[in-house]
């Protein structure tokens, strides 16, 4: 039951079924005959939806009853996107796991936020026509010693823009996957960065601590001074490695998933807890909100380019709270984790 | 007790003691003589410490017991601020009410986002000095059917520019006070209009339609299509007035916060609400927190001027929430809201 109101703000149409592919027959894929002769994008987007089955059934699995709520739509400009959304359930208050592909033509100051940190002296001045396809999932539990969960992964290509239409393609991958909790158990977090190294591993020795610091460069909330979390991994702009090495790096750190984070959660998703813990995991929420909507690129860029509100804003927690100067106590729990989240730390050298 | 990684990140000092003034010598105030021979500067400071005391004490006779918290702090550039700040009372689960008096260097991006509607064919490339006096409070009630009320009042003058030293000295008034409800009373909506209306009309009859549409105009949530609340009015950049009668019509409108709200509140603090209601409220405190840190001008200046922290997100509520594509069911009390703040009415012709 769409509101007329809501109808008249969002650009996307809700579609009765889900697509076998939102890409273009430009881009020389049938739906059923992805193969290693299929264009990237064809791949990138094939490893996206079976990514999203895959994290999905394994929190339904954890879940053990309560399911996803799937909403697909489409955009009138091309592509669309397979939006599921997990609310209230036993284990977590908020599981949003969504893909989007997406073509578009990017207002220049979308452009530079959606990629800041090379070609500045060589933006375009005109709009610019993109391919943006992605994985994009928060996990927000309930219980307070059980951690929040991001990942994201993200290929992109712009064309040639439409005042100099001889220029080259380019196209980049970003992503990450980053450990939000409320208190730290150092086996944990120990244990999901080992995941991400040995993901890194496999590719190039310097991907994990190159992108472990990039991590905790990105996910900092500069007005407090503090990162939202405790890390992991983070990448973005990434061309200059061969493009079907980064295409199997995405597709092994979408992979990675879950065995770094599941077997967290089943160890913490029952421990017993107390208002106090619940009031604390509440105050990290705030933050987690703050970040997001201050400065994360996503975010913004999805604010910027008019996508899907919903889609976008389904990373903020089911629930936040802010409490005028919280300092928790020296030594506290609490102040741990705020101090990793100060100085981050070198948590496979601990 | 502040820890060690709060004071390494925050610039401002904590007093032990109130200042009777924070303008400096210069600005020609001894401090115990403020009259109508003094400056703008002395005059609006002291207006906006009265206005303080005295909407304190309005909420304080409401809460009957629980009194504001008052932090006093300093900066070394220059200038401080009283913050109070009354939470988790038995009406209101955060009331803050902050003056500030800051000497400063813009940076010129700050600048502009302080002043961005007109002189911008103006800005000068290098830092430009600043004095900026303000008072500003937001009141989040805990019965949902009481509505949040913000205002805020500042005056702002601008220096010549270093690189410019013959360059006039630059002032302008801006402010607003607007009403948030979870759920519409159109007589509360009426009442609190027409104190607006009757403040403005004291000043000028073009002000209560120009500012009743600008509050419109500001407190919308682009990405959203809507509107925070049920506005009221704001103005921003006012200086093609008689400077005195600026000061003059700002002093009416602080004046005019307690008889705009407080009957409000006394109305409906007592009302009995479902845990619908509540959760209703929560999504509403959502947007709130969705406007102020992706557009409001206030928070989004004090985040880049490196202001306290504590005191520009203490308008954020004790408590948020965020559903995945919540709709109100058409015709719903819910929905009358939401409708209101897409298509803002004219709440004094109805």
């Given at each position: 039951a769409t509101s007329s109101s809501s109808r008249m703000i969002e650009k996307e149409t809700l579609e009765a079924h889900r697509p076998d592919t939102f890409l273009r027959e430009s881009d020389g894929v049938a739906s059923s005959s992805v193969d290693s002769d299929s264009s990237v994008r064809a791949r990138f987007e094939k490893m996206i939806m079976d990514a999203q089955d895959s994290v999905c059934a394994a929190i339904e699995a954890v879940e053990k009853g309560k399911t996803f709520k799937e909403d697909v739509w489409s955009r009138p400009g091309g592509g669309g996107g397979i939006s599921r959304v997990l609310q209230d359930g036993a284990v977590w208050e908020k599981a949003g796991v969504n893909v989007s592909v997406v073509y578009g033509v990017m207002p220049p100051e979308a452009y530079r936020a959606a990629k800041?940190?090379?070609d500045n002296g060589n933006v375009k001045p005109g709009p610019v026509p993109f391919f943006a396809a992605g994985i994009s999932s928060v996990l927000h539990p309930k219980n307070p010693f059980a951690p929040t969960l991001h990942f994201n992964y993200r290929y992109f290509e712009t064309d040639a823009p439409k005042d100099a239409p001889g220029a080259p393609r380019q196209w980049w991958f970003g992503g990450g996957t980053d450990l939000t909790p409320s208190y730290i158990f150092e086996e944990d977090v120990k244990h999901f960065h080992s995941v991400q190294k040995s993901a890194c591993d496999k590719f190039e020795p310097s991907f994990y601590p190159r992108f472990k610091k990039w991590c905790d460069d990105y996910f900092y909330i500069k007005h407090r001074g503090e990162?939202?979390?405790l890390g992991g991994i983070f990448f973005d702009?990434?061309?200059?490695?061969?493009q079907e090495m980064l295409l199997s790096f995405a597709t092994e750190c979408a992979n990675s998933v879950i065995p770094a984070y599941i077997p967290i959660i089943e160890k913490r998703k029952d421990t017993p807890f107390t208002d106090k813990h619940k009031a604390w995991q509440q105050l990290r929420r705030g933050r987690y909100v703050e970040f997001n909507l201050v400065y994360d690129r996503g975010t913004t860029f999805g604010l910027k380019t008019g996508g899907r509100i919903e889609s976008i804003l389904?990373?903020?927690?089911l629930t936040a709270r802010w409490e005028y100067d919280h300092q928790p106590e020296e030594g506290s729990e609490e102040w741990k984790l705020l101090d990793a989240c100060i100085n981050p730390k070198e948590w496979l050298e601990i």
């Open positions: 800041p940190t090379s990162r939202r979390g702009d990434l061309n200059n490695y061969d389904v990373s903020l927690p």
